[in-house]
């Protein structure tokens, strides 16, 4: 952590790290007066209940963290859950103050058949909560299909799929006045990050494996 606040005092990039929730107030105390921000990878679409094991926004939140995870593939694998308990999640992260990073994206079945557009719509659709606004939002796009696959999203493929998402946002009464910060993520790495970002309609990168290996999220950092 101390190398990496060093690296971005003398950077600007704009960096979000997501701990386990046992690790949070420690990323925070320690990245105090620096400008590296601290999320938490989920939380529970309640505040309180019995829901033994889970994590509310509320915890987060106390816990010093100020941005959250909703729909990561991996845990939307796990667990399953229909859209209103997206819905659920979004808005209950919202009334704690905290900023959603949505996450979208389509398996290779979807791909595959052609109905990709049209499943990251319903997706979109699905994910726009009442308590919604570019300023408390940013979406992640984050083919399935391109983790851990050995298949690879193109960089056609990455501005096609943006430039629909931001159609698809801007026809939503919320987002009319302006659209949240399009993020891409998927097998993100030194040897992509620089091309990946330097697409028009990609404002920045969710880092999944690549993060856990200094040397590899340094070179990330600078190919901005």
Not at 65 to 85: C, Q, T, W
Not at 97 to 104: E, G, K, M, Q
Not at 185 to 196: D, K, M, Q, R, Y
Request: with cysteine.
């Amino acid at each position: 952590m101390e190398k990496l606040i060093k690296l971005i005092s003398q950077d600007d990039a704009n960096i979000i790290l997501f701990p386990p929730y046992t690790l949070i107030s420690s990323f925070v105390n320690i990245s105090k007066n620096s400008n590296l921000n601290i999320g938490g990878q989920d939380c529970h679409h309640e505040d309180s209940g019995a829901f033994t094991g889970s994590i509310s926004a509320s915890m987060i939140r106390d816990s010093g963290a100020n941005f959250v995870i909703i729909g990561h593939s991996e845990v939307r694998a796990m667990h399953g859950k229909g859209p209103d308990n997206i819905i659920n999640k979004i808005q209950s992260a919202h009334e704690n103050n905290l900023i959603t990073i949505i996450c979208v994206g389509e398996d290779i079945k979807v791909r595959s058949e052609g109905e990709h557009y049209n499943f990251i719509s319903k997706q979109l659709k699905d994910s726009v909560s009442t308590t919604s606004n570019r300023n408390n939002t940013i979406i992640a796009y984050e083919p399935i299909w391109a983790i851990g696959t050995g298949n690879t999203a193109t960089i056609e493929d990455i501005y096609e799929m943006h430039a629909h998402i931001n159609n698809t946002l801007q026809d939503t009464d919320i987002f009319k006045k302006g659209n949240p910060s399009l993020l891409y993520g998927g097998s993100v790495n030194p040897e992509n990050a620089g091309e990946i970002l330097s697409i028009d309609n990609v404002s920045g990168v969710l880092v999944g494996g690549s993060s856990l290996d200094y040397s590899k999220f340094n070179e990330i950092i600078k190919s901005k």
